[in-house]
């Protein structure tokens, strides 16, 4: 028998939900942010087709 309560299981703690954040909160009026995580660096950008690209 598995010890680890699934999701819908009775009882079982509801799954947190993730925060949203709005990307102008990010990249204000410009079209890219640097976003930092574990001390690297990533460009988040936004395209001439509005979509979103992460690069290293």
Partial sequence: MNSK????????PAPAEPPVVD????????REAIIRHN???YRLRITAANKLILTK
């Fill in 5 to 12: 309560a699934e999701p819908n299981t009775p009882g079982a």
């Fill in 23 to 30: 990307v102008r909160d990010l990249v204000g009026t410009g």
């Fill in 39 to 41: 001390g690297e660096r």
